[in-house]
Structures are given as C-alpha cells and as structure tokens.
C-alpha cells in the first residue's frame, strides 16, 4: 500500500484530497479484502448528522486484520504482549496464531448465543485476550463496547445497559503495578442491575477468588476448550457498526460514539502508516489502554490491518519502576513509541537515572497524543528519549474522530513544540468564531471545526441519534464541532489549546464536570457542587470541587476522603477530584446560572482576571471563596 514519502507529496495528496475526497478515498480502500465492492463511496449530510461512506460495499474487517496477512506473514508477531511484572514471560502471538484465537474465540460467542448485530461489553486488563475478545466480536458482527478496566461498577453497569449488552466478558482481576483489580467483583456488583446480560466469560488472569453464579458465568478457557478453529467471518455491510465507546461530554451520562465498519477501517489503516511512517517489519508500543480510543485504532485495528507487531503492556509506567517504558523499548527493541504527555511529564519528573540505563537506539518515531503537550515535556521528550534524531508526532484526534486528524507526518512533516502541525489528507478543519462565522488567515485563534466528513467520523450516539447531532453538528450549522480551541500560527500550523466546553482532560482522560458534579453530589451531606479544571504539572489539568454542605462540618479531611470515594464508586478513581474547598454560597448570576468562569480563575490563581462579577446574585461570595481556596 501506498505512503506518502516526501513533503511535496504530502502537499499533492491534500490538495487531491480535498479536490475530490472520493476518488481519493476510493484509492486508498480499494487494496482491502472486499466481499463485495462499493456502490457510493460518499453520502452526507451534516444539517442531519449522517454520514456514509463506501456505501453498499460488504466486508469483514478481521479479513483484514488477519486472514489477508496470513500468506506473507503468517509467522510474523502479531501482538508482542509485555506483561505488569517484568519477572512474567512476554508473550509473542504470530499472525496465524492470533488468526487461530480469534476464529476460536468467535466460535465461543457463536456457541453462547452472540450473533450480528449484539451488543457485547467487554470489561477486562491489558492482556491478549482483550484484543482477541474484540477481533472476535467483529468477526461475528457483534458490537463490541470496551469499558475501561479502571471504571466502577456503576458507570459499567451504566454502560450495559445504555446499550442493552448481551454478554459481558471479563477477567477475574488484573495486575497494574502492585494492585490487583478485582474485575469479576466490580462486574458482579454492576450485574445486580443489567437485566440484558446472558452469559459472562471470564478470563483467568490474577487467580484470585471469586464468586460464581452458575448458568451465568462461564470460564473463558473451558468455553474455549470445546470448539474448533474454524469459523468463516461475518459479511458486513460498510456502514454496519463496529464498535460503541462510550465518553465524557458537557453535559449528562457519557454518550455511546459508534463506529462503523469500512469507513474506520480504511482510516485507522491510512493514519497508522502515513502519520508514523511505519515500515514493515517494524515493532509499535502505543502504551494506550484498549479501553480508549486510542487502544481501538492504534493498538488493535490500526496496526494489524498494516502487518505490523503491535507491542500491548499490561502494566503501568512507573513499575517496578519510572524506567519501565525504557526497558520495554530496548527489550523488544521498538521503533515507534506512541504515548500520553501525562506519563511523559510524571517520567521526567522520576528523574534521569531512570533512562540512563537503556540505549533507546532501536526508535525511530516517537508521538503524543491525548492532551496539549507542553514545550518542556516535547523538548525533554525530544531530547532524553529520541536522542534528538527521532521525529515527534504530536496527534489530534477525538474518540468521535475514530483515527489522527491533525498531525505531523514522522520525518517528513517539519515540527514545531506543542504543534500538531498540518491536517492529514481528507481532513479540513476551520476555526470559527463564537458566531459560527469563519476566521480565515493565518495567525488566529477560534474554535476548531471540520467542514467535510472524513471516513471514521462518528455515526451517531448509540440509540440516541439527536444528542449526536445536538452535540457536534448543531453548534454551527453544517460543521463538526470538536469543543476544542485552537490556534493557527503564521505557518499555518495548528496548535489545539484545549477544551473550550465543560470537558476536562485529566491526564488524558476525557471527564465531564457535570459527570464529577453529579458523584460529589450523591454524598449526603453535600447540597450544592461546581467543578472546574486547573493547571496541574503532571496530568495537564486537575479536579478542582466547590463543595456546599449542609451544616457545620466537624472533620474536613473525613469529609473530603469520604468524596473521593463517592466518586471512586460512582466514576472511578481517575475522576477523583485533587483539590476540594468547602464554600458557602457559589457565584451564580441573578438567573442562577453557576458562573464557572470566575471559579475556574480562581482555581487558577488568577484573581487579577476575575472579571465583572457586580452583575451576581450575591458579589460577596466571591471575595469568600478567594479567601479559603485551596
Ligand atoms: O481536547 C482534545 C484532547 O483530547 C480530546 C479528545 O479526548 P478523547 O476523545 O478521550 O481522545 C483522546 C485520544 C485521541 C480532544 O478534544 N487531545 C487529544 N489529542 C490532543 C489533544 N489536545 C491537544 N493535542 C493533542 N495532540
């Protein structure tokens, strides 16, 4: 398959791109594994929230992940897995043998009763398994939705049921660092409530004992033990979903973002090999969780549907210690590295003793994404990790862009600090202003959009396709909106500042204030809460809470521990708020609005912009509240 290789090419494909996006499209789609062609590459409508692409086209897209490589690198590893504890044998899985556990594992959904078009969801630690589980799901035509193991009980119950999942697989608990999470205890809890689930495999990973409820649960090795490996893949329609992953808007629970079939497919393959220049034979580690977005594209579908060997870790970066990347990367000898900003700021602030030992010298490409990187942390990046010979490829995307929009080109594409740079060919932002209106030019500010679909843009919202077109294609009338700002410099490079809605990105992961909002509220004796996000060095943005209680609270810091665990049981540990001030009143304006400007100022430590806050129900308690922040 064809890759672009020079900057001028770079410059020619855009521009064919955009000339005509469908001949362009159809070019890069036609070298798959097709049941039957295409009839319309192209049908839109943004006014509606509709999007189809490569229409009438049939397909699997585990033929291409894998029966299409079987052939020429039957042999080659698949997946390089790296478990938590360095001290466990790594495991390689050649493309036939992953080709085997998925036809395997398809045969087991098949057996419990999984067919096209079911919801399963999968709840489960960094292991094979997980990307198996997932393979096999596409392969039946089943929709798989990955909830990331760090999440509650109840946002996986949540989960289940907003899109009625008719199997959960999960494990009996998985290692990260030294902790073990008790994933069938967490998912037993969440069962209490999902009246969809049938069956529930669970894959033997920790050990650990566990409860059983018998007709219901079934051992993933014993289901697997009884059938063969043969099974011919589902023929899909281009457009038939492939996937739900749910995340954090605005407002309310988080949404259901579906993909469809061909379109991410042809998508996640093309960014995946043009935007890290990947070459064949080449070793991947995006250090992801498949319960992201990131892990979907870019450690299982991206990275096998281009013959690569994609490096999954099970564990985290700081064990048995903060040179656990490094090790991994000079043990597997990897060429692409692909990570948060978030653990690149934590792993500097570890210290360099901890890179010194290792050689790195197998990188070529190293990349970011998830979250504004800071200059410092590229510069550091840069310098301590890619020796400064190894192109950074800062990528933006969203969980709703299914693949890399804007982003350097590794090696090709000049970078700059802090800049996602240029939009890949097929991708043509704008930046608007508040009006909708155009900001033409260079060297501008406003919010970002994109003004024509590209072919892993989201479907819809799962079984709610209005909130799909409320919350990215009613803001501005015949555009995308992506919540985020961004700025266009004198080169044309673009540089996303962040969110501009009431989404925080904390440590790459995607909150809602109104989600955290709603935990903090479950506590008794909280009445009232606002949450905003601040600057924080290591994880981008943190959890800043204003709280009001009801009464006098005797024992703050038994107060503030109790919410965590509110909203440790509710969300999950990552939306734990870092900072908590107790308050008496909340600035709100005389139409009780909650003006979250002045507190994310003062959050801040910027109270020499508060603004104009004579306008407030009440102007005093603003000058409280900058008195006690914490
Ligand atoms: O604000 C942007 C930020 O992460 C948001 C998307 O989050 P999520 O759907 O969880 O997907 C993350 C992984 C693709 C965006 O709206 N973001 C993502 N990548 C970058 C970024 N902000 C700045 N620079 C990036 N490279």
Same mark, same amino acid.
């Given at each position: 398959?064809?890759?672009?290789?020079?900057?001028?090419?770079?410059?020619?494909?855009?521009?064919?791109?955009?000339?005509?996006?469908?001949?362009?499209?159809?070019?890069?789609?036609?070298?798959?594994?097709?049941?039957?062609?295409?009839?319309?590459?192209?049908?839109?409508?943004?006014?509606?929230?509709?999007?189809?692409?490569?229409?009438?086209?049939?397909?699997?897209?585990?033929?291409?992940?894998?029966?299409?490589?079987?052939?020429?690198?039957?042999?080659?590893?698949?997946?390089?897995?790296?478990?938590?504890?360095?001290?466990?044998?790594?495991?390689?899985?050649?493309?036939?043998?992953?080709?085997?556990?998925?036809?395997?594992?398809?045969?087991?959904?098949?057996?419990?009763?999984?067919?096209?078009?079911?919801?399963?969801?999968?709840?489960?630690?960094?292991?094979?398994?997980?990307?198996?589980?997932?393979?096999?799901?596409?392969?039946?035509?089943?929709? @798989?939705?990955?909830?990331?193991?760090?999440?509650?009980?109840?946002?996986?119950?949540?989960?289940?049921?907003?899109?009625?999942?008719?199997?959960?697989?999960?494990?009996?608990?998985?290692?990260?660092?030294?902790?073990?999470?008790? #994933?069938?205890?967490?998912?037993?809890?969440?069962?209490?409530?999902?009246?969809?689930?049938?069956?529930?495999?669970?894959?033997?990973?920790?050990?650990?004992?566990?409860?059983w409820?018998?007709?219901?649960?079934?051992?993933?090795?014993?289901?697997l033990?009884?059938?063969?490996?043969?099974?011919?893949?589902?023929?899909?329609?281009?457009?038939?979903?492939?996937?739900?992953?749910?995340?954090?808007?605005?407002?309310?629970?988080?949404?259901?973002?579906?993909?469809?079939?061909?379109?991410?497919?042809?998508y996640?393959d093309?960014?995946?090999?043009?935007?890290?220049?990947?070459?064949?034979g080449?070793?991947?580690?995006?250090?992801?969780?498949?319960?992201?977005?990131?892990? @979907?594209?870019?450690?299982?579908?991206?990275?096998?549907?281009?013959?690569?060997?994609?490096?999954?870790?099970?564990?985290?970066?700081?064990?048995?210690?903060?040179?656990?990347?490094?090790?991994?990367?000079?043990?597997?000898?990897?060429?692409?590295?692909?990570?948060?900003?978030?653990?690149?700021?934590?792993?500097?602030?570890?210290?360099?003793?901890?890179?010194?030992?290792?050689? #790195?010298?197998? #990188?070529?490409?190293?990349?970011?994404v998830?979250?504004?990187?800071?200059?410092?942390?590229?510069?550091?990046?840069?310098?301590?990790?890619?020796?400064?010979?190894?192109?950074?490829v800062?990528?933006?995307?969203?969980?709703?862009?299914?693949?890399?929009?804007?982003?350097?080109?590794?090696?090709i594409?000049?970078?700059?600090?802090?800049?996602?740079? #240029?939009?890949?060919?097929?991708?043509?932002?704008?930046?608007?202003?508040?009006?909708?209106?155009?900001?033409?030019?260079?060297?501008?500010?406003?919010?970002?959009?994109?003004?024509?679909?590209?072919?892993?843009?989201?479907?819809?919202?799962?079984?709610?396709?209005?909130?799909?077109?409320?919350?990215?294609?009613?803001?501005?009338k015949?555009?995308?909106?992506?919540?985020?700002?961004?700025?266009?410099?004198?080169?044309?490079?673009?540089?996303?500042?962040?969110?501009?809605?009431?989404?925080?990105?904390?440590?790459?992961?995607?909150?809602g204030?109104a989600?955290?909002?709603?935990?903090?509220?479950?506590h008794?004796?909280?009445?009232?809460?606002?949450?905003?996000?601040?600057?924080?060095d290591?994880k981008?943005?943190?959890?800043?809470?204003?709280?009001?209680?009801?009464?006098e609270?005797?024992?703050?810091?038994?107060?503030?521990?109790?919410?965590?665990?509110?909203?440790?049981?509710?969300?999950?540990?990552?939306?734990?708020?870092?900072?908590?001030?107790?308050?008496?009143?909340?600035?709100?304006?005389?139409?009780?609005?909650?003006?979250?400007?002045?507190?994310?100022?003062?959050?801040?430590?910027?109270?020499?912009?508060?603004?104009?806050?004579s306008?407030?129900?009440?102007?005093?308690?603003?000058?409280?509240?900058?008195?006690?922040?914490?």
């Amino acid at each position: 398959m064809k890759r672009i290789t020079t900057i001028e090419e770079y410059h020619t494909e855009y521009a064919k791109s955009v000339k005509n996006p469908e001949a362009f499209w159809a070019e890069q789609a036609a070298d798959f594994t097709w049941r039957k062609p295409w009839k319309e590459v192209l049908e839109w409508n943004f006014e509606k929230a509709e999007t189809k692409w490569f229409v009438g086209g049939k397909l699997n897209i585990t033929e291409n992940c894998l029966d299409r490589h079987l052939a020429n690198r039957g042999n080659q590893t698949a997946i390089l897995w790296e478990p938590n504890s360095p001290l466990e044998e790594a495991r390689k899985i050649s493309y036939s043998e992953l080709h085997t556990m998925v036809c395997r594992m398809t045969n087991v959904l098949a057996q419990n009763n999984i067919k096209k078009g079911d919801r399963v969801c999968i709840y489960m630690p960094m292991v094979p398994e997980l990307a198996v589980t997932v393979l096999a799901c596409a392969r039946i035509g089943a929709i @798989h939705s990955v909830v990331f193991a760090g999440f509650s009980a109840k946002s996986l119950s949540d989960r289940i049921n907003d899109s009625e999942c008719k199997m959960l697989i999960t494990a009996d608990g998985g290692f990260r660092g030294n902790k073990t999470t008790p #994933l069938k205890d967490i998912a037993d809890e969440a069962l209490l409530s999902t009246p969809s689930i049938e069956t529930v495999l669970v894959h033997k990973r920790t050990e650990q004992n566990i409860n059983w409820t018998e007709g219901r649960d079934k051992w993933l090795h014993s289901e697997l033990a009884k059938v063969d490996a043969n099974s011919v893949a589902t023929e899909m329609d281009a457009e038939d979903p492939l996937f739900i992953l749910y995340t954090s808007g605005s407002t309310g629970k988080p949404k259901g973002v579906v993909h469809s079939t061909a379109g991410y497919m042809v998508y996640a393959d093309y960014t995946f090999r043009n935007v890290f220049q990947y070459k064949e034979g080449e070793t991947f580690f995006c250090t992801a969780d498949v319960g992201w977005i990131t892990g @979907h594209s870019y450690i299982v579908y991206g990275p096998l549907l281009a013959g690569a060997t994609s490096l999954m870790f099970e564990g985290i970066p700081t064990y048995p210690d903060a040179g656990r990347f490094w090790e991994i990367i000079d043990k597997h000898q990897v060429n692409i590295f692909y990570t948060a900003p978030t653990a690149i700021r934590s792993l500097e602030a570890a210290g360099l003793d901890f890179v010194k030992p290792y050689k #790195l010298d197998s #990188l070529r490409v190293l990349g970011s994404v998830g979250e504004p990187i800071n200059e410092e942390a590229w510069e550091w990046y840069n310098h301590n990790i890619g020796k400064g010979r190894c192109p950074i490829v800062d990528t933006w995307w969203q969980t709703e862009t299914g693949g890399i929009l804007i982003s350097p080109l590794a090696g090709i594409t000049k970078t700059k600090p802090s800049f996602a740079t #240029l939009p890949l060919p097929g991708v043509q932002p704008i930046l608007v202003d508040s009006d909708g209106k155009e900001i033409v030019g260079n060297g501008v500010e406003g919010n970002l959009c994109i003004k024509y679909p590209w072919p892993s843009i989201i479907r819809t919202t799962y079984g709610d396709h209005e909130r799909c077109f409320t919350n990215y294609f009613a803001t501005y009338k015949g555009l995308y909106f992506t919540g985020d700002g961004c700025k266009r410099d004198e080169d044309g490079y673009y540089r996303i500042t962040g969110r501009v809605d009431d989404v925080l990105n904390v440590s790459g992961h995607r909150l809602g204030t109104a989600e955290i909002e709603n935990a903090i509220d479950e506590h008794p004796l909280v009445i009232e809460t606002a949450v905003v996000g601040y600057p924080h060095d290591i994880k981008g943005q943190g959890v800043y809470a204003y709280i009001i209680c009801s009464g006098e609270i005797a024992d703050e810091d038994k107060l503030k521990k109790e919410i965590n665990e509110t909203v440790t049981k509710i969300i999950g540990p990552i939306a734990k708020p870092d900072k908590i001030q107790l308050v008496k009143g909340l600035p709100k304006t005389r139409s009780g609005k909650i003006m979250r400007r002045i507190l994310r100022k003062i959050a801040e430590n910027d109270m020499a912009n508060l603004g104009d806050t004579s306008t407030l129900l009440d102007p005093d308690v603003v000058a409280d509240i900058v008195k006690g922040r914490v």
